[in-house]
């Protein structure tokens, strides 16, 4: 079945260490997105890409970096610089332009601490 | 993504139905409802969207005013499983032109045995 794979599910990391969590979809979908969610929040936007070797910055970009140098494929790196990494991560994709559609689909997040 | 409104909460009895409303005053002519739902410690789930006509499919009913500035999602037969925060979000994106859809905090349903 086509899906949306975040992996590792849990990953911790001192504090000061970048860190990097995997997004593979193979869906075919032009769009990738990355979300940050904190507890009882909404999501919030990191970066998203809607073509390969192509991204924009979302609401929160500061302290994140990502590379698109696949279709499949949208990792994103949680760097020193980012104040505040403790949180849930999720990565999703969509079919791109053209009308509307189902929208997003998401994966299963992960869930990023520093210590 | 023009603004929604959504009460912070919600409570239903498992098996009645379950009618979330969404204000969205400011929507645009080209601009969908989407409803989406994440369980706890999930990513979210497409549930149903529409542009003015009511909408159905196997998990929900989309109902959408006349003047689009309001909807309710109804779930038919709520059951335990459908405990969750559903967002309700106006957006021309999510596939089409623009491609950010935004999520606010949206509403948690809870359905009680």
């Known amino acids: 079945d086509g899906g949306i794979t975040q992996s590792p599910k849990y990953l911790f990391r001192k504090e000061g260490q970048n860190v990097t969590l995997s997004c593979e979809q193979n869906l075919n979908h032009d769009a990738m997105y990355w979300y940050r969610q904190d507890p009882g929040q909404g999501l919030r936007l990191i970066y998203y890409s809607q073509i390969v070797n192509d991204f924009q910055k979302g609401d929160i970009a500061e302290g994140y970096s990502v590379s698109r140098e696949k279709k499949e494929s949208f990792p994103l790196t949680v760097t020193s610089a980012q104040k505040n990494p403790t949180a849930f991560y999720l990565c999703?994709?969509?079919?791109?332009?053209?009308?509307?559609?189902?929208?997003?689909?998401f994966g299963s997040g992960t869930r990023l601490t520093v210590v | 993504d023009a603004k929604t409104t959504q009460p912070t909460s919600m409570d239903c009895a498992e098996g009645r139905a379950a009618n979330l409303p969404c204000n969205h005053s400011?929507?645009?002519?080209?601009?969908?409802v989407y409803w989406y739902r994440q369980i706890h410690s999930q990513g979210p789930q497409y549930i149903i969207h529409?542009?003015?006509n009511n909408e159905t499919n196997e998990m929900a009913s989309l109902i959408i005013t006349e003047d689009r500035k309001s909807s309710t999602l109804i779930l038919p037969h709520a059951t335990l499983r459908d405990t969750a925060v559903y967002y309700c979000i106006a957006s021309a994106g999510g596939g089409g032109s623009n491609y950010k859809l935004t999520f606010g905090k949206g509403t948690l349903l809870t359905v009680n045995p």
């Open positions: 999703a994709s969509s079919i791109g332009a053209g009308g509307a559609s189902k929208g997003y689909t």
């Open positions: 400011t929507i645009s002519g080209n601009e969908y």
């Open positions: 529409g542009l003015k």
